[in-house]
């Protein structure tokens, strides 16, 4: 028959239900290397045994002693099917009625599940009290109370409360925390979350109803159990939970002192499981052992004995040491024992459950041990047998099997089907003769499959499960025979194993058309991960494979990669890309000598093939990418050094702040993922991600390894591809469009322009020259300035306090030109500018008029702290505010201007003025000091050191009027330059000597009105004459002055 869904599931079984004995009997595989140690303290010794041989030596040779012998290995191992060949063959040899034979499966692997076998078997006399059954029953019935989990958490918290105060394990501060700890909710729902040990108890006490089975439960505390996280400890501290549990659980998540708590705290909890589960339960120790005395006097009154085989111990979770305690009860050495019939058993235990819960002071009563982990599945042989039986039984009528064990069950006589049998490339030939189809694998495929399950899957049930089962049923649901399909489809626990040379695969997928991605399945698993064509004796095959082969599969039979004289060994190494370079620079040596190994090279080798695997999964399967870091990062060095980034316009600060690993990533990373450049999820990318891989690892960052040259091909193509995209990426900020207006150059001049005049030194003319000449001097800091309007001063203190800013905008500028020495990223003090475009950039901004408000500077806003928003930022201050700054400026110009009019009037002359200032010098040190008056010097130093002139104030005049009287940017760059600043000295000298007048004139007034009331006119004549004299003088100096200043 066809192989078909139903038989599928009664054959491989991947729930609790068991298989039927014809199936059983039909797949059972022998079991060649098992070992046997005749003791239950040591696992040194011991023999290699077969199953045979075992069966006869450890079991009927022993079978009239009292025998407790475990059958040890890990999870899916095979310890159940051992046992229960083990039983069927027993009960086939054994006189049945003078022997009850109890077989306890391991159903869901459940203490509920246990119980009801026992139950339910048929071997207690009516002469048992059915009192002692009840409590199981009852017992039974407690557990579906939904209740459970939470009763659980608390038995711990009251087991932890009743502990004896000198227990070691865990010191007592920890022990008192333990009971708040374990009732607090928040706690409870923790660790009863999915997976976590209060849930795994619970599962393992009572079944869930959905009949999946249970057998990789811990039922106790692990350390992984107690990791809290943060977002537990804020909620108990939200919920003011219990002092003493806040501070457990500070403890178990500090990360310094947490791991040894958690390690502790669980192997206390741990000491306390069997408490826990019986008083959850309402069962004790005593009620099953009671049960088996019982039942083992009865059986010997009645002339019986009895032989258990127990799949799973841990079906017992809380009374397997009361369960241990039976078995290895026996039947003599003491009176009260002799009541007692022989007991022979054979249990199941994992290394784990006998290493670290069975009593130690039982183990010496443990007859003999099996240890099963290495017992099959050895060699590809032994795969190829198990899957051939478990095919074999899939194909067949389970009616055709019932038959066969009606008749004995011999092996010799076992039906094989024979409706693949066409497939003859897939037939497996027997030592003993026979042969089995295992179509649709052949033993490449089974042994590839196998072996990239994970470490601890390699198990002869995951086997079936994962590879057998899986495969059958992606045979059987393939849409028109599309067979097998594209890796990233076929994949389950097991991975499909990459090319050995990844480059076949562009072969086969000019070869092979749409069924590229089938074949190249087909040659990874079935095949030997070549697309090599090869012709020997006649026969051609394509990565091993036969014709055949690929019409069992609707595939087309292609050339491939001809070995002989194929282009990739001819003439030596292939010419190479140029234009990688650095450390990813190809060796163009000649031919390399044959290979020899190196120290890591096996590392290495295993690196590649993970990531080859890992960017499968990428690509096809949307996976993340673990190794992503060297990847990213040889990415980066790639791309510096292969674009040239002077031709393409990108000054180095740019690429040095922007093409960094937090600002290129590759899709599907791990790691966190910024805005930036980033490599996308595509075949092309693959290619040249794997190139990289194999660049790192295959040629140890050379690329002086076999088939470099296709990879190298694969890297430059994806270069060209994304070249573009990249140069895109840093000509503009993500979000801005270079051809839409954005010019960094432009925004750089723009800010170094205002801010050099709001710093006092324009630009001498406004001349392209000048601002030329000025990019390249050292930065200037703003300051605030004197006799400025409140507006101006305030755009001065905002540019002063972003003079950081400011500065990295000016070295950005003054970079952007620059054309690197060496390595783009390298920092340098020497600058070899591109001039011309640079000078253009400064006449556009010139013929602009220094426009601000064409600027779209929104994405400043939220963006200031990136280079490339440096000098929007800038402007952004300064938009809206330089034209009323201006017009402040004018306003306090044209005031200034009408308070030197009151002095000078509007049209006084060079010479009118050289009069005044030499008149007003005359006066201070003639008159005043030859009549021995005072006057402050300080106001008069400018006048008396001839640093004011007529002509610099009239120049410096005329500069305040033409201020006031031009637009645009002469007129800001004329205030720039604070013309107020330089006419003020001139203005306060006018106020000076204008006091200083008034002064005298006051001061000789009071003196001559005293003089004459003081003294009347005796006497005062020549007093009131020199007086009148000076006074006169005085006059007549000032009139002079003033009308000067009026004419």
């Known amino acids: 028959m066809a192989f078909n869904l139903k038989r ?33 303290l040591t696992s040194q010794s011991g023999r290699q045994i077969d199953e045979e041989s075992f069966l006869k030596q450890g079991i009927f040779d022993k079978r009239d002693d009292h025998q407790f012998i475990v059958i040890q290995g890990d999870n899916g191992s095979g310890k159940s099917h051992l046992i229960r060949w083990i039983k069927e063959r027993y009960i086939s040899q054994v006189d049945l009625e003078k022997e009850a034979v109890l077989l306890i499966i391991r159903d869901q692997n459940t203490l509920r599940g246990a119980l009801e076998q026992i139950i339910s078997a048929n071997i207690f006399p009516p002469c048992i009290e059915l009192g002692d059954l009840k409590k199981l029953v009852e017992a039974n019935q407690h557990l579906s109370k939904e209740a459970l989990r939470q009763n659980i958490a608390v038995q711990f918290a009251v087991a932890a409360q009743n502990a004896p105060a000198d227990d070691v394990v865990l010191e007592k501060r920890y022990v008192k925390k333990i009971y708040p700890f374990l009732t607090d909710q928040t706690v409870q729902d923790f660790l009863s979350q999915p997976g976590r040990a209060i849930d795994r108890i619970y599962r393992r006490l009572n079944p869930d109803g959905t009949g999946i089975r249970q057998d990789d439960l811990e039922p106790r505390f692990l350390h992984d159990d107690l990791v809290v996280d943060r977002k537990l400890l804020d909620k108990m501290k939200r919920d003011e939970a219990n002092r003493n549990a806040i501070r457990l659980a500070e403890d178990l998540f500090d990360s310094e002192k947490g791991p040894e708590v958690r390690e502790k705290l669980a192997k206390f909890l741990n000491q306390h ?34 032989t258990l085989f127990i799949e799973d111990i841990t079906s017992f979770t809380g009374i397997d040491r009361a369960l241990v305690e039976v078995l290895v009860t026996e039947h003599a050495g003491s009176v009260h024992n002799e009541k007692f019939c022989r007991l022979f058993s054979v249990v199941g235990i994992t290394n784990d ?73 897939a037939i497996l030939p027997m030592a003993d003769g026979r042969e089995f189809s295992i179509y649709p694998f052949n033993v490449s495929a089974l042994a590839n499959m196998y072996n990239t399950l994970p470490a601890k899957a390699q198990t002869p049930r995951r086997f079936l499960q994962d590879v057998v089962s899986h495969t059958l049923r992606t045979y059987m649901s393939s849409a028109g025979g599309e067979f097998p399909p594209p890796a990233a489809d076929f994949e389950g626990e097991f991975k499909v194993p990459g090319m050995k040379n990844p480059n076949h695969e562009d072969v086969i997928k000019r070869q092979a058309g749409q069924h590229d991605y089938r074949m190249i399945t087909l040659l990874r698993l079935w095949g030997d991960g070549t697309a090599a064509g090869r012709e020997q004796d006649g026969i051609v095959t394509l990565g091993s494979l036969t014709e055949e082969v690929f019409k069992s599969f609707n595939l087309p039979f292609i050339e491939g990669v001809m070995e002989q004289g194929s282009p990739a060994t001819a003439g030596g190494q292939k010419h190479l890309v140029p234009g990688l370079q650095s450390q990813i620079k190809p060796v163009l040596s000649g031919p390399a000598p044959a290979p020899q190994p190196e120290p890591g090279q096996h590392k290495r080798l295993a690196e590649f093939k993970q990531i080859q695997d890992e960017l499968e ?74 190139a990289l891989a194999a660049w790192r690892h295959l040629g140890n960052k050379s690329w002086n390894f076999d088939d470099s040259a296709d990879y190298l091909t694969k890297l430059f193509n994806w270069l060209v591809t994304v070249k573009d995209q990249v140069v895109a990426y840093l000509q503009s900020p993500p979000g801005e469009d270079e051809s839409a207006g954005w010019d960094l150059p432009r925004y750089g001049v723009l800010v170094h322009c205002y801010v050099q005049s709001f710093s006092g030194n324009p630009p001498s003319g406004n001349s392209v020259k000048a601002v030329y000449h000025s990019i390249f001097q050292p930065p200037i800091t703003v300051e605030l300035q004197d006799n400025r309007s409140s507006e101006w001063r305030s755009l001065q203190v905002r540019l002063k306090q972003n003079n950081s800013v400011i500065t990295n905008s000016h070295e950005l500028l003054k970079s952007y030109y620059n054309r690197m020495q060496g390595s783009i990223t390298s920092t340098t003090d020497v600058y070899f500018v591109d001039a011309a475009p640079l000078l253009k950039t400064i006449e556009e901004v010139q013929q602009s ?36 700054a201006i017009k402040a400026e004018v306003s306090e110009c044209g005031v200034l201007l009408q308070k030197l009019e009151q002095y000078t009037g509007n049209q006084v002359s060079g010479e009118e ?93 009071k003196q001559l009105a005293a003089l ?36």
């Not at 929104?858 to 201050?877: E, Q, R, Y």
């Open 273 to 306: 499981l069997e408490f826990v589960v019986q008083s959850c339960t309402n069962l004790r120790s005593a009620d099953l052992k009671s049960v088996f005395e019982q039942l083992r006097m009865a059986l010997k009154q009645a002339g019986k004995n009895i």
């Open 617 to 690: 999964g990428w690509l096809f399967k949307d996976r993340k990418l673990n190794s992503y870091k060297n990847l990213r990062d040889d990415v980066i060095k790639l791309l510096l050094d292969y674009i040239d980034w002077d031709a393409e316009g990108i000054p180095a600060p740019i690429v040095s702040a922007f093409f960094t690993t937090q600002r290129v990533s590759i899709e599907g990373q791990t790691g966190i993922i910024n805005e930036g450049f980033q490599v996308t999820r595509s075949e092309q990318s693959r290619a040249a991600l794997l």
């Open 8 to 40: 599928l599931a009664e054959v491989i079984r991947t729930n609790a239900t068991v298989p039927s004995q014809a199936d059983f009997l039909a797949t059972h595989t022998s079991f060649k290397s098992l070992r046997y140690v005749m003791s239950g």
């Open 849 to 884: 008029g220094w426009d601000l408000a064409a600027v779209d500077t929104g994405p400043a806003n939220n963006k200031s702290d990136m280079l490339w928003h440096w000098s929007l930022k800038i402007i952004s201050l300064l938009q809206g505010k330089v034209i009323p």
């Open 353 to 425: 459950y006998y290493q670290n819960s069975f009593p130690d002071n039982l183990k010496e009563r443990v007859t003999g041990r099996v240890f099963i982990d290495d017992a099959t599945l050895n060699s590809d042989e032994e795969l190829a047998e198990m899957a051939a039986r478990y095919i074999n039984a899939i194909s067949l009528d389970a009616g055709e099997l019932e038959n066969w064990v009606k008749n004995g069950a011999k092996d010799e006589d076992m039906p094989i089907a024979r409706d693949n049998f066409n497939h003859s490339w």
């Open 913 to 1005: 003025l050289k009069i005044l200032f030499a008149e007003m010098a005359s006066f201070l040190t003639n008159v005043l000091k030859g009549a021995n008056e005072a006057y402050p010097d300080t106001d008069f130093k400018s006048l008396t050191s001839k640093t004011i002139t007529a002509t610099k104030f009239l120049k410096r005049r005329n500069l305040l009027q033409e201020a006031v009287q031009v637009s645009g940017v002469e007129q800001f760059l004329i205030l720039a330059s604070h013309p107020m600043q330089q006419v003020v000295p001139y203005l306060e000298l006018f106020k000076s000597m204008d006091r200083l007048l008034d002064n005298k004139i006051e001061k000789f007034q």
């Open 1012 to 1047: 004459t009331n003081s003294q009347g006119t005796t006497g005062v004549s020549a007093i009131i004459q020199k007086a009148s004299e000076c006074l006169a003088k005085l006059k007549d100096d000032y009139m002079k002055i003033n009308q000067g200043a009026e004419s």
